[in-house]
Structures are given as C-alpha cells and as structure tokens.
C-alpha cells in the first residue's frame, strides 16, 4: 500500500515528487539546505521536550519509579520479564 501511494505521479498530497512548500528537491542546493533545517528542527523539537516538564516527569521516573510515585506523578509500572 505504502509503496503504490509513494509511486503515485502527484505525491501523497497532490504536490508533485520531491517539491517540499516552494522548494523543488531536484535542485541540488535546495536540498542540500533543506537537509540541515529539517535535522535542526527536530534536535530543537527533541531539546525542548526533554527539559520541559513532562521531560523532566519522565527522567524521574526512569531514574526513581518508587520516589516520583511518592511524589504524587501517576506512574504506571510495566511488568518486568
């Protein structure tokens, strides 16, 4: 299934293949810039979740299920095999 919508002559979304907003991904440089925007803004996306709170929440819980427990955080624990 993935790969017939992948193969069809407009893209997933009625944009042509390898076009991304404005930007044609055919022209080298294009896509040699668009690469690192994308990989920025996912390291960004990723750095803000982990020190928010919930990231914080959940290094917690890794470290300490018993503490954040005692801490008030709902922790559920997965049984252990």
Do not use: K, Q
Not at 5 to 10: G, K, M, Q
Not at 21 to 37: E, G, K, Q, R
């Amino acid at each position: 299934m993935a790969i017939i919508l992948a193969l069809r002559p407009r893209g997933l979304f009625g944009r042509a293949l390898g076009e991304l907003l404005l930007w044609s991904m055919h022209i080298l440089a294009n896509f040699f810039t668009a690469v690192p925007l994308v990989f920025a803004v996912a390291v960004a996306a990723l750095y803000l979740v982990v020190h928010s709170p919930f990231g914080y929440t959940l290094l917690g819980i890794r470290e300490s299920e018993a503490c954040m427990d005692c801490l008030g955080y709902m922790v559920l624990s997965a049984p252990r095999s």
